[in-house]
């Protein structure tokens, strides 16, 4: 982020009208991070775009649309890329620079929605028209605030259809199931085969957002919750297993994820409800209910409920031996919501015969 830099040097910039500019810092002695502000001042900036690299190496590019020339005003800042980095700088600002991508390239994603709990890529395809055969190029991918989070490279060998002019580039971008749930934007580059005149077009977040190009992915993250839980505890290593009991409380972590409890302090105390209201979260409890030949057991427990992730699948089961169990026909019932979770209660069948033993339990599975 263009906030992790403390040495930079300033510049402001002045538009002389509403269109697109290229800033880079092409022939530098130094790993250069370059960022562009809007904002009446120093103390009162918002960030456009920053840009740590293009394909040249040290060098940073950013490509931005202009508005509200000449009025308009802009700051860059340049810094070394690791803070300590001293030697000559270079900077140029250039109307469209050398633009290489005519008109504007199209992007689609597949799939544009993925859950990183069990798929771990999306295809990015860009279909674009050069004025200058491509070499290599990036695409980037950040979170809402801009943050980058994976990037996968492609040169012409990704290139599935078409010809050097005009085709349709297919690059596998890579995505850790650590994602959160949310939606994230793409950013792109394209660069030609290093020549006399050198060429690259890099789009950011906000630029795909100024040309009306659809380049928002959706994720959704099936395990992130239980990812989420383990950090919320400070649970590393082992300890974060699912299978783990590092509080010894005879609990395994997934229980305690499932049944909404600390993993770190031992707490096997039943779950309370008072009337519709939950009281206190705890391990399952198990009921007599009815009278004569309708008496039956009820299992009453915590589940997660379904949001931006999907929570533990929970099947309460009843046997007679404690051997052969049998998943219950009853639906749950909801007795009581709080947060994240729900108290939820499921009986037993009746036989029309009294029974003189029968077992429950709760099965997750996730």
Do not use: C
């Amino acid at each position: 982020t263009a906030s992790n830099y403390q040495g930079t040097v300033w510049y402001l910039f002045k538009p002389a009208a509403d269109i697109w500019y290229e800033i880079n810092t092409v022939g530098s002695a130094v790993d250069t991070v370059l960022a562009l502000w809007t904002g009446t001042g120093l103390n009162d900036l918002q960030l456009v775009h920053v840009n740590n690299e293009a394909s040249e190496g040290g060098v940073s590019r950013i490509r931005f649309q202009s508005h509200g020339a000449p009025d308009a005003s802009y700051f860059i800042s340049v810094a070394g890329h690791d803070g300590s980095a001293q030697g000559s700088l270079k900077l140029t600002v250039q109307p469209g620079g050398n633009q290489m991508i005519i008109p504007e390239p199209s992007i689609t994603l597949s799939p544009s929605t993925v859950d990183v709990g069990t798929t771990g890529s999306t295809t990015v395809g860009i279909t674009m028209s050069v004025t200058s055969d491509v070499a290599t190029g990036y695409v980037k991918l950040y979170s809402a605030d801009g943050t980058q989070v994976t990037s996968a490279t492609y040169s012409v060998g990704n290139r599935t259809s078409g010809n050097n002019s005009s085709g349709l580039y297919n690059v596998s971008l890579p995505l850790s199931n650590s994602l959160a749930s949310g939606t994230y934007v793409l950013g792109m580059q394209a660069q030609n085969a290093v020549s006399s005149p050198s060429k690259a077009d890099s789009y950011g977040w906000d630029q795909m957002t100024a040309l009306g190009i659809p380049a928002t992915l959706t994720i959704q993250n099936s395990k992130y919750a239980y990812t989420q839980f383990t950090i919320d505890n400070s649970l590393v290593g082992t300890a974060a297993a699912k299978t783990a009991d590092p509080d010894k409380d005879g609990m395994k972590n997934l229980e305690e994820f499932a049944f909404g409890l600390n993993p770190s302090l031992s707490d096997v105390a039943p779950l309370v409800l008072s009337g519709s209201t939950l009281v206190r979260r705890g391990v399952p409890i198990t009921l007599l209910i009815g009278t004569g030949n309708q008496q039956r057991l009820r299992v009453e427990f915590i589940r997660r409920v379904a949001g931006s992730q999907t929570p533990p699948t929970y099947v309460v089961e009843f046997s007679d031996d404690l051997v052969n169990w049998t998943p219950a026909t009853n639906a749950a019932v909801v007795l009581a919501t709080s947060g994240a979770f729900e108290a939820v209660s499921v009986d037993d069948i009746t036989t029309g015969t009294q029974r003189t033993k029968r077992f429950a339990h709760v099965v997750i599975t996730y």
